[in-house]
């Protein structure tokens, strides 16, 4: 096998440690769903280039949507890793190209002051960076709190990615769209709508049959 290069070891340590080794063998399952599924992953990542859409994976916990996301992102981001021309950007981990933000986490990106991010960089250059960068996997949405206008953050998040910048970007949740709509009052609906106008895809991921 070959040695991680310094490209591959930059991509997976956006990825949580649990998944910086899988590839998409790793998702069990022989069921017609676990199928459709696998070929949903495959076909986003052999038209990522030509589509630059989005793709939310939605169901119940423990499922394997991380786990397809990050194969998603270890085979896309490696391609867009391989277009940097400095190869300090592989250490530094700020590249403009990738990000990977948990739902959960969001509150403590928005609320931090700019020299409480551990770089050099503006609190404006990071909402740059998440809203800008090539291709972004929004882990877990739904863990992102409705109170204190997150919802409208996390709004003003996918909006400016699909609608303003048309990028593409893999989301997960365990909600249904329905029931994500439901959950963030307001912007819920305008959320789920954004990501249909956009051309987004819906795939819904089951326990695996094993």
């Known amino acids: 096998m070959n040695s991680i290069t310094i490209r ?17 063998a790793d998702y069990k399952g022989s069921s017609d769903t676990a199928n459709a599924v ?7 990542i052999d038209n990522f280039f030509t589509n630059r859409n989005t793709i939310v994976l939605y169901g119940p916990s423990s499922a394997g949507k991380t786990l397809l996301a990050s194969v998603m992102f270890l085979s ?8 940097r021309e400095e190869m300090a950007v592989y250490s530094a981990q700020t590249a403009d190209n990738l990000v990977w933000l948990r739902g959960d986490e969001l509150p403590g990106i928005w ?58 970007t893999v989301i997960t949740m365990n909600h249904t769209p329905a029931e994500f709509a439901k959950r963030y009052v307001g912007v819920g609906p305008q959320i789920i709508e954004r990501i249909r106008r956009t051309g987004g895809v819906f795939v819904r991921v089951d326990k695996q049959d094993y």
Not at 76 to 83: K, N, W
């Open 8 to 24: 591959d070891s930059y991509v997976r340590e956006f990825i949580p440690a649990a998944f910086r080794g899988v590839s998409l």
């Open 38 to 44: 696998r070929q949903a992953v495959r076909d986003y």
């Open 76 to 83: 896309i981001g490696s391609v867009l890793a391989d277009r």
């Open 111 to 168: 609320k931090k002051k700019a020299d409480d991010h551990g770089d050099a960089r503006s609190a404006a250059e990071l909402a740059y960076h998440m809203t800008t960068a090539g291709l972004a996997v929004l882990d877990d949405i739904d863990k992102c709190p409705c109170q204190e206008n997150w919802g409208a953050q996390l709004f003003g998040l996918i909006d400016a990615r699909l609608c303003d910048h048309r990028l593409p």
